[in-house]
């Protein structure tokens, strides 16, 4: 009789456990759902809250501790960048000035002094003086536009374009180069437009530093294709002249080759196109064939052409 009862209680105290402990599981799942909500707000919100719980439980409040510390410190770290950030542009836009400004009058005087020179040798020195000043105007425009390209972060102006008017303007200021080396941009696209939302500027800057990069660094006609597939793709196509090109490092930051330096080329114009693209959500790469090589632009299609 006694171990029957024994055995009673025995049963009702483990009841009354179990019970205890679901009553606690679930309390603590509560409380880290609504935790893990409460991170998830300060996360997607610029509030300088921090997390709380609304039960005391000690190992509950030395985590809840250690994640408002890693808080506290992430949100230093941003501020700290932000303002380094800051301070870097606007550094970057005294030098640029401090540059520009005397680079600028010196091309200037060049001018000057070719308008008013009659000796052939003089007039030629003077031209291959104002040839280093423009390749070296060139290096710094590529140097400073890549570095706010790394900077800007802000929010995109995006509109719905014809991105076949913006290849074709891209072309048109390229046209009187090619033809003066007797050599041409053939363009083969079966439609006149194709609605694109996206940015004009970025855009044309991607489309004019490819064409650009094939005059400066090819001999030959330049294909760009536009090819309507589920993806919308433009292939730039010229001749190589260089066999040593690293096709893995081609859009990397200050990649040059040999043939290139001797121009005054930073290595910049395609990592500048390959950044621009990325911010338009598009993808950019090389392909060799033959002789050929092919920059490939890609975006998504949005499947309005005429």
Not at 99 to 128: C, F, H, N, W
Request: with cysteine.
């Amino acid at each position: 009789m006694k171990w029957g009862f024994s055995m009673w209680v025995a049963c009702v105290f483990l009841s009354c456990l179990v019970i205890i402990l679901l009553a606690f599981l679930f309390l603590m799942k509560r409380e880290l759902a609504r935790v893990l909500k409460n991170i998830r707000q300060i996360r997607d919100s610029n509030s300088n809250n921090l997390v709380h719980s609304e039960v005391s439980i000690k190992e509950l409040d030395r985590l809840i501790e250690e994640i408002n510390n890693i808080i506290s410190e992430a949100r230093a770290a941003k501020s700290d960048y932000e303002n380094k950030n800051g301070q870097f542009k606007k550094m970057i836009t005294n030098i640029s000035h401090d540059l520009r400004t005397p680079l600028t009058s010196a091309m200037g005087y060049v001018d000057i002094m070719l308008s008013s020179v009659t000796d052939t040798e003089q007039i030629k020195d003077l031209e291959i003086i104002k040839e280093r000043l423009e390749r070296l105007e060139n290096l710094i425009n590529s140097f400073f536009e890549f570095t706010k390209t790394e900077l800007m972060r802000a929010p995109l102006e995006l509109e719905r374009l014809n991105i076949v008017d913006v290849l074709e303007e891209s072309i048109a200021r390229y046209f009187d180069d090619f033809n003066k080396e007797s050599r041409e941009i053939v363009f083969t696209c079966h439609v006149k437009k194709h609605m694109l939302v996206s940015n004009r500027d970025m855009l044309f800057r991607i489309f004019d530093n490819v064409i650009g990069n094939a005059h400066k660094h090819s001999n030959g006609n330049l294909e760009i294709t536009v090819k309507n597939e589920e993806i919308l793709k433009i292939v730039f196509t010229n001749k190589l002249i260089c066999s040593n090109l690293d096709m893995d490092h081609i859009f990397d930051e200050f990649y040059t080759y040999d043939i290139s330096r001797q121009k005054g080329n930073t290595g910049l114009g395609l990592a500048i196109v390959k950044q621009f693209v990325m911010r338009l959500g598009g993808t950019v790469y090389a392909t060799t064939e033959n002789d050929d090589l092919n920059i490939v632009v890609e975006f998504q299609d949005q499947k309005e052409r005429t």
